[in-house]
């Protein structure tokens, strides 16, 4: 090895040590400045109740904590209330804790997810959880799972993302082991709204794959994080004979494909033979074998939930049914489009590979 090799190397060594110390360092003053704002949250909800706040409790509050501190842009009024929203959010109701020297060991205890989360997107689940602890934790958890920015978060939480989530009606508990038929639920949303930047024929469903597709960053950001574009009217070979599945994607994490059949009517028992069969291609002809059993998804525009039931009941493929609706919306920037290329490199280009070989 050359000594300009080795000193690249090094060099390249050291960013990614540098790299790792910045993360920790970040975590570690992220975790200090929760804990903080937990055990303030924590003593105002001990020592001042709701009827011992006087008006302008906060404002008085910030006022006195700010004597004497350079910077303390963390302690405004707003903050502090947060504060308190925050420990109340997510405090053990089960074991209130009045001894202060528990106060830690009971932060420790419960935020261990908390503390992965910045506190600017903590106000926000704040704000739209109103009070549901089950509907923050879920927004923490998808923070954490795709590295959300606090935008994307409000995306999420503007279109109703818990709501919809792992709603669908689907057999995946039946026709996947557990735990992984859950995890796989609670990929798939019960209704969609797809924006589109045109105008298509909402009876025409090769028109609109083709329009999801010119709006693929948009149709991903529906889908969910971690789903990624693999294609659409992908040619399978059975028997001799050609077939196309309208969309196919790949989840990152959970490492498997997910193939989407669009109706551009109600649901009918026979679509579920249809994606079944699709869904079956796909795990003999693309899938790899450290990839998990290929899922299917329905998206139609209606459907009776007992034919539904009763369909899903009598396939071991693993599938769901969802809704879908779609929304002229035009792009607020058209290099949102031009940039849709570039967002899509995460798919591996030896799937492509295989997949040239098989067919």
Known sequence: MSENTSYTNWISDLKKRYRAIQIKAAVAVNSAVLEFYWSLGHDISLLYPGKKRKIRFFESLSKDLCLGIPNPSGLSPSNIKYSL?????YRNRQAMIEDETKVQSVFEDITGDLIRVPWGHHILIIDKSKGD????MFYVHKVIENNWSRNYLQIAISENLYEKSGKAITNFNDALPSPSGYLAKELIKNEYSFALTETVDDNNEREIETALIRNITRTLTELGGGFAYVGHQVRVSVGGEDFWPDLIFYHLKSRRYLCIELKAGGFKPEHVGQLG????????????????????LLLCRNGNRTVI????????????VAKYKLVQKPPRDLSEINKTVSKLGLIVDETFDQIAKKL
């Open 85 to 89: 929203f925050f420990y109340e959010l």
């Open 133 to 136: 602890r089950s509907k923050a």
């Open 277 to 296: 069969f699709y869904m079956t291609a796909i795990d003999r002809q693309i899938k790899n074998e450290w990839d998990a059993p290929t899922i299917g």
């Open 309 to 320: 039931e009763y369909a899903l009941n009598i396939t071991n493929k693993p599938m769901g």
